[in-house]
């Protein structure tokens, strides 16, 4: 139980931190497997939310399709071109500027983090932080399909 614990603090004090860099939230799908990730955190304001899945923006959303391709990062703004829904466009309008995408892992694991800010874009520096905060996640998270199920359950409550 202790070390079941640690982990759930150690997870929910990077996703403070990442709250901290991300005023308008953030999206963090860890260890997708078959296009469906095992642990969802997603703290957008409810109204982007929901506009993201009423236009079933996933299928067409060119952060997903670039984070599940690649590891490493990319801003959003880059994306644009390869947006012909207008994801981007959307994800701005709702306030979400300045975003960009952290993905590491296997590909038959994958973690994708979306990472906006209404201010200015993020540091270098902010970004190596966050993609570490990302990376620690990631690596906590690893075989959660065997933790506890009482500890899964507190985990997918976090966010």
């Known amino acids: 139980m202790g070390q079941d614990l640690t982990k759930e603090t150690e997870i929910a004090r990077h996703l403070g931190k990442l709250k901290l860099y991300c ?26 939310s929901d506009r993201y899945s009423e236009k ?21 703004a880059a994306l644009s071109p390869h947006d012909p829904v207008g994801v981007i466009a959307d994800a701005v309008a709702h306030g979400l ?45 690893e075989g959660f399909e065997t933790f506890p199920p009482d500890l899964q359950n507190r985990l997918r409550g976090l966010a």
Do not use: C, K
């Not at 399709?65 to 990062?73: D, E, M």
């Not at 975003?99 to 590491?104: A, I, K, N, R």
């Open 23 to 48: 005023d308008r939230g953030f999206a963090l799908a860890i260890h997708i497997q078959y296009t469906r990730p095992t642990l969802l955190y997603q703290t957008y304001d409810q109204t982007w």
């Open 56 to 76: 079933g923006y996933m299928l067409s959303d060119p952060v997903v399709g670039w984070g599940l391709g690649n590891t490493g990062w990319v801003e959003w």
């Open 97 to 141: 500027t300045n975003g960009w995408t952290y993905s590491t892992g296997l590909s038959s694991s994958r973690t994708i983090a979306g990472l906006p800010r209404s201010g200015a874009p993020f540091s270098a520096a902010d970004r190596a932080e966050m993609a570490q905060i990302v990376d620690s996640i990631h690596e906590l998270t």
